[in-house]
């Protein structure tokens, strides 16, 4: 069972980004699956969720409404982040999760797909 993020890079304030997260070993729309951020020294962060199929409900923090849009494409088994209007405060490594919609600090180990860096600058 895996989570693979991938997309990040660097961008100027007002570019768009898009974010994977690839799953392996499980299907991806029978659970919820979203994304966190965490800058240096702070803690981390829910960003968006979806929920599964059962629903299909989303999450959005308020300083990305608007913005980010998450989504799923079950024939590849991946759910994207697209990310618009950056920011530089934006700037951040940012980590896919399985159980998304409960506190980063409960998610299991085993949940969490390594980090991709989204850098926006000019």
């Known amino acids: 069972v895996q989570l693979q993020a991938s997309g990040g890079g660097l961008v100027q304030p007002g570019g768009s980004l898009r974010l994977s997260c690839a799953a392996s070993g499980f299907t991806l729309d029978d659970y919820a699956i979203g994304w966190f951020r965490q800058a240096p020294g702070e803690e981390r962060e829910a960003v968006s969720c979806?929920?599964?199929?059962?629903?299909?409900?989303?999450y959005y923090a308020d300083p990305v409404k608007g913005r980010f849009t998450i989504s799923r494409d079950n024939a590849k088994n991946t759910v994207y982040l697209q990310m618009n209007s950056l920011k530089p405060e934006d700037t951040t490594v940012y980590y896919c999760?399985?159980?998304?919609?409960?506190?980063?600090?409960?998610?299991?180990?085993?949940?969490w797909g390594q980090g991709t860096l989204v850098t926006v600058s000019s």
């Open positions: 979806l929920n599964s199929r059962r629903d299909g409900r989303t």
């Open positions: 999760a399985g159980d998304c919609f409960a506190p980063p600090a409960a998610i299991p180990r085993g949940y």
